[in-house]
């Protein structure tokens, strides 16, 4: 592995590795032998991104030229579209070689990916990948994707606990010749039944003196999550533990697999994704943005969109019964908008504060009273604030001549205080709470977005406000 | 390390590990020598929710009563008030030997969190710490805290280049065994001048010929960043090239630390919380929801809470152009709510999408005008799909006689169709391109928020109802 590039000057960015892109279609028509030299030393990620600024129906042409492990790897960072057309663009065999070249783990990842395009040719392919591999596949398949059984890889190691630290260290380093790559910085150890005994870190084994036993340096307290776990739930132990792996065991406690910290990390910015989707108040796209087409983005948008609109038409409805109202007294008229948007503003404040909260475990579902007591002053005061300026904008036009002189202005500026007040409140404690709600009836509490929350909020709104003017209006302008 | 516990049965969440709490006060009170070996198997983020459940007085003698070294590894696992609690209540002494068993980053950001509290104290520790441990801390505050330089350890293995495979692991060893713990799973390599020359995995190494020299071994394309370089650029780099450590260098690529995976977690949660937050349309909070003050509360919400509000009160400003329109047709009055917001909607989605795509480097800034091209028609099809809603919603209400009947009911029907469709796609188009334009002028473009958005596409969002009506109903209604 002799460098052919000088080390200096290299930059990290993505969009960089890219513009090797031209010399290597160069190279592919003149000297396609010399490819693999050329990018020998370059990360597959970065590869990844060459093989997506060429020509699509270059790009298995590119991996051809490459040793089939390094190509392994480049398939791994490759979108799962353009992977899924090079999969189909390439012969079965070829197909079959790259795959059974993958982790486990990719492995099964890449085939799942492919077989919601084209099931047909995901089984094709399947079938050609020598027998064990593929029966660990099919393992790995079976379990839910977004699972930790979906998530593991079943190449990690594991040692008998009766083994000393030099024979534990010899059998690591078979096991990193054998197998391409491993989740193997951490050492689990095991009874005679297989069942896990203790975990130790790759360091600790490392550093134990040579002739001790495996038994007495493991750690037996190990956090482990079975197969059916859910993936945040997986993610979450990493994040809070610090682990660089966490281990997967059966209702025996029999080793299956091991979920990575790389993996962890990919779970961790999905969710999060999928979270500032829905409080934006849509479903959840599993696509980046410019790869999703025109008709996923109506249809993840065009469900919460109408719902919410046919919500909001409760406002007309409210509204309508007010209609005398409005006709006498049109400067009512005139802080609808205001009013209601306030209510959105801190609802959408207290529901992203909440959600967030709950995605970070720092709030339960038995915490809705805390959160609710600490929301209600909050919204109070925040409503106070508001309701002050709201006061002063009303006094101000009229003392300032800004528009028509409003007979009870006085009294007009009051209504409009005690309706912003009363709707930030509410807005603020219906912000908190939805979440909580839906988590407790069984739906995710993302789904309460700042749209949801909002358009909750302006419906009882107006209600606050008509309340507010009927009380204070009633015998002077109504 | 004799197991105290069975390992089956145990619970994997952190609450849990909080029960153990009753049963450690006891044990302070009556046999304090031999707490250390009761939780001896159990992990320090346990410990620390152990710390977490006890009284806060009591929390220090549960610290003394560990081991210096894991009293060290559960300190770094403490929330920051209670830590900061902890490191007030003991001796200075005590403390700066719990600080000093810590590894570098962790007792620098340790030292950090406490200055902000009683910088005095945190003043008086450091100087208690050993002289090369205080340098290297010193050091490593100097850089900013969310910056490569802020997050890296000091603690990483470099070898010299010229090494074999079995001096280079002799050397790994020899540091396992020196260091407490260790930045260890990557190897890098280094010329005669210290500057870095190539890296390679602790796999990668373990797997090699033994005779090999570690030149021909590692890689040469190393990916690196400046101790300048945001935290958020290496939590992007960690994530797209799957990397456990990034390495940080100076101008002469001298390594002067490395950030490890686990720190990168923290720092990809923390980024989404603040946006998540901000995209709530509040300041971030960098601390848990319950723990936070109700006065930082406040302080952190009423900003944008009150620029929204006058921002909204243009909507009373627009409205009070339209009174006499208002006072001839008041049913025009009953579909405000309604159109003003399905513009926010479709603006918080639409944010909500560009905002996040930005921040996981899917969308860059020169991809303004690609996003719009694909808002226009989205937000079109949206606001057409809405606007017959809209339309069919007026009509019904005549023909059921749900309301009293209106002269020009379909003209009035038209006139809100048309306005929901123009407000929807206005509000696409302003939520996706909002975030490009505080990039440049720049903002973050997270400050984008869902209420900013709406509240922008409330003012446009009457004018262009109004002027829709002008149009329609001139010379009939109005």
């Given at each position: 592995?002799t460098p052919p590039h000088p080390s200096d000057g290299r930059d990290a960015t993505h969009s960089v590795a890219a513009l090797?892109?031209?010399?290597?279609?160069?190279?592919?028509?003149?000297?396609?032998?010399?490819?693999?030299?050329?990018?020998?030393?370059?990360?597959?990620?970065?590869?990844?991104?060459?093989?997506?600024?060429?020509?699509?129906?270059?790009?298995?042409?590119?991996?051809?030229?490459?040793?089939?492990?390094?190509?392994?790897?480049?398939?791994?960072?490759?979108?799962?579209?353009?992977?899924?057309?090079?999969?189909?663009?390439?012969?079965?065999?070829?197909?079959?070689?790259?795959?059974?070249?993958?982790?486990?783990?990719?492995?099964?990842?890449?085939?799942?990916?492919?077989?919601?395009?084209?099931?047909?040719?995901?089984?094709?392919?399947?079938?050609?990948?020598?027998?064990?591999?593929?029966?660990?596949?099919?393992?790995l398949l079976a379990y839910e994707p977004y699972s930790a059984g979906g998530l593991m890889t079943t190449e990690f190691v594991?040692?008998?606990?009766?083994?000393?630290?030099?024979?534990?260290?010899?059998?690591?380093?078979?096991?990193?010749?054998?197998?391409?790559?491993?989740?193997?910085?951490?050492?689990?150890?095991?009874?005679?039944?297989?069942?896990?005994?203790?975990?130790?870190?790759?360091?600790?084994?490392?550093?134990?003196?040579?002739?001790?036993?495996?038994?007495?340096?493991?750690?037996?307290?190990?956090?482990?999550?079975?197969?059916?776990?859910?993936?945040?739930?997986?993610?979450?132990?990493?994040?809070?533990?610090?682990?660089?792996?966490?281990?997967?065991?059966?209702?025996?406690?029999?080793?299956?697999?091991?979920?990575?910290?790389?993996?962890?990390?990919?779970?961790?910015?999905?969710?999060?994704?999928?979270?500032?989707?829905?409080?934006?108040?849509?479903?959840?796209?599993?696509?980046?943005?410019?790869?999703?087409?025109?008709?996923?983005?109506?249809?993840?948008?065009?469900?919460?969109?109408?719902?919410?609109?046919?919500?909001?038409?409760?406002?007309?409805?409210?509204?309508?019964?007010?209609?005398?109202?409005?006709?006498?007294?049109?400067?009512?008229?005139?802080?609808?908008?205001?009013i209601v948007s306030s209510g959105g503003n801190s609802g959408s404040q207290a529901t992203s504060l909440v959600i967030r909260?709950?995605?970070?475990?720092?709030?339960?579902?038995?915490?809705?009273?805390?959160?609710?007591?600490?929301?209600?002053?909050?919204?109070?005061?925040?409503?106070?604030?508001?309701?002050?300026?709201?006061?002063?904008?009303?006094?101000?036009?009229?003392?300032?001549?800004?528009?028509?002189?409003?007979?009870?202005?006085?009294?007009?500026?009051?209504?409009?205080?005690?309706?912003?007040?009363?709707?930030?409140?509410?807005?603020?404690?219906?912000?908190?709470?939805?979440?909580?709600?839906?988590?407790?009836?069984?739906?995710?509490?993302?789904?309460?977005?700042?749209?949801?929350?909002?358009?909750?909020?302006?419906?009882?709104?107006?209600?606050?406000?008509?309340?507010?003017?009927?009380?204070?209006?009633?015998?002077?302008?109504?």
């Amino acid at each position: 592995m002799t460098p052919p590039h000088p080390s200096d000057g290299r930059d990290a960015t993505h969009s960089v590795a890219a513009l090797l892109a031209p010399d290597i279609l160069v190279m592919l028509d003149e000297e396609p032998e010399n490819v693999a030299l050329e990018v020998e030393e370059v990360h597959p990620a970065d590869l990844a991104d060459v093989a997506e600024a060429l020509p699509k129906e270059r790009v298995a042409e590119f991996l051809s030229a490459l040793p089939a492990a390094r190509a392994a790897d480049v398939l791994e960072y490759l979108n799962d579209e353009l992977r899924s057309d090079v999969l189909e663009a390439m012969s079965t065999r070829q197909a079959a070689e790259l795959v059974t070249q993958m982790t486990p783990d990719d492995r099964a990842d890449v085939l799942e990916a492919l077989a919601e395009e084209n099931e047909e040719r995901a089984e094709e392919i399947l079938e050609q990948i020598p027998r064990e591999a593929r029966e660990e596949t099919e393992r790995l398949l079976a379990y839910e994707p977004y699972s930790a059984g979906g998530l593991m890889t079943t190449e990690f190691v594991s040692v008998p606990e009766a083994l000393t630290v030099e024979e534990a260290l010899q059998r690591v380093r078979a096991m990193a010749r054998a197998e391409r790559r491993e989740a193997m910085y951490t050492v689990y150890t095991t009874d005679e039944a297989g069942r896990l005994r203790g975990v130790l870190s790759l360091r600790e084994l490392l550093a134990a003196p040579e002739g001790a036993r495996i038994a007495d340096l493991a750690w037996s307290e190990v956090v482990t999550v079975a197969p059916t776990a859910e993936q945040e739930e997986v993610a979450r132990l990493t994040s809070n533990y610090g682990f660089v792996a966490v281990p997967v065991v059966d209702a025996e406690r029999r080793l299956l697999g091991v979920v990575t910290v790389d993996d962890v990390i990919g779970v961790i910015e999905e969710e999060q994704t999928e979270d500032v989707q829905k409080l934006g108040g849509m479903e959840a796209i599993d696509e980046p943005y410019l790869a999703a087409s025109f008709w996923t983005m109506i249809r993840k948008r065009v469900g919460w969109l109408a719902a919410l609109f046919v919500g909001e038409l409760f406002t007309a409805t409210v509204m309508q019964q007010f209609e005398d109202e409005l006709k006498v007294a049109v400067v009512l008229t005139l802080f609808i908008p205001l009013i209601v948007s306030s209510g959105g503003n801190s609802g959408s404040q207290a529901t992203s504060l909440v959600i967030r909260a709950m995605a970070l475990q720092e709030v339960r579902l038995r915490d809705w009273w805390k959160v609710a007591r600490r929301e209600l002053p909050t919204g109070l005061t925040l409503g106070v604030i508001l309701g002050v300026i709201g006061v002063f904008r009303v006094l101000l036009w009229e003392w300032l001549g800004l528009w028509r002189p409003q007979p009870h202005y006085q009294l007009v500026a009051l209504t409009v205080g005690i309706a912003v007040m009363g709707v930030v409140t509410f807005g603020s404690l219906a912000g908190s709470m939805l979440p909580f709600l839906l988590r407790r009836i069984g739906f995710d509490p993302a789904s309460a977005s700042a749209p949801f929350v909002a358009t909750l909020v302006d419906v009882t709104g107006l209600a606050i406000y008509f309340l507010a003017a009927a009380l204070v209006l009633r015998g002077t302008l109504l």
